[in-house]
């Protein structure tokens, strides 16, 4: 039985993706890139430089070296009016019985802003794992092997709860079961349990489903 249910933060926890993408459009575009949201989808879910990696590559551009602090910036304006969580999301933690976590390619200092908007940073204070400092990021299992590690279990003991290709490929590299999750509508069923997820599901309420027949809800 599964002791420990790690959850991605961004697209899972709290409603990002799409302010990501928007907040990454208007600083290109800035720049004289004729970027849209719909090339920016594969780079979900991926660390902040490879992220900016990706995009140089796909416009065939060098960014500034300050890109990451221009993004910060135009991030804090765009979400001035709070982040909403993921519908169902707090009542599915509230009706865990078992040890959560948060495990993200994300920054501390970007997760204490989005967790916080959303009212959810409390929940996890604490239990809050970022890929920055580690050797490598997301598709690479190494934040999930720290989280586990951390909360005191063995890998193969969690059930991850992801909504992108890389943080998917993560999980099952690490040897934990993954849940995949569309309802942040960037990714199919179908591509995410190709990249390694067991199951799928649309929202929370088939997430919970899923958990209580693996005996992890109160």
């Not at 409603?15 to 979900?44: F, K």
């Not at 309802?183 to 199919?188: E, I, R, Y």
């Not at 995410?192 to 919970?208: K, N, P, R, S, W």
Request: proline letters at 5%; glycine letters at 10%.
């Amino acid at each position: 039985m599964s002791k420990l249910v790690i959850f991605d933060c961004d697209g899972v926890l709290v409603d990002t993706e799409a302010i990501i993408r928007r907040t990454r459009v208007v600083l290109l575009r800035v720049l004289d890139i004729p970027a849209i949201e719909e090339d920016l989808i594969p780079m979900s879910g991926l660390s902040a430089p490879d992220s900016y990696a990706s995009i140089a590559a796909r416009y065939n551009v060098s960014l500034p070296d300050d890109i990451g602090e221009r993004f910060r910036i135009e991030f804090d304006r765009q979400i001035h009016q709070g982040i909403p969580s993921i519908p169902g999301v707090t009542e599915l933690i509230d009706s865990l019985a078992v040890p959560f976590c948060v495990a993200s390619n994300g920054g501390h200092r970007f997760m204490k802003t989005t967790l916080g908007a959303a009212q959810l940073y409390d929940k996890f204070s604490g239990h809050i794992f970022s890929a920055e400092g580690l050797p490598r990021p997301k598709p690479f299992p190494d934040i999930y092997l720290h989280a586990a590690e951390q909360m005191g279990v063995q890998s193969g003991e969690c059930i991850v709860i992801e909504d992108g290709i890389h943080g998917v490929t993560a999980g099952s590299s690490a040897g934990i079961e993954v849940i995949g999750f569309i309802g942040s509508g960037h990714q199919t069923r179908e591509t995410l349990v190709a990249a390694g997820a067991y199951t799928a599901c649309t929202d929370m309420g088939e997430i919970a489903s899923e958990l209580k027949s693996c005996g992890l809800l109160k």
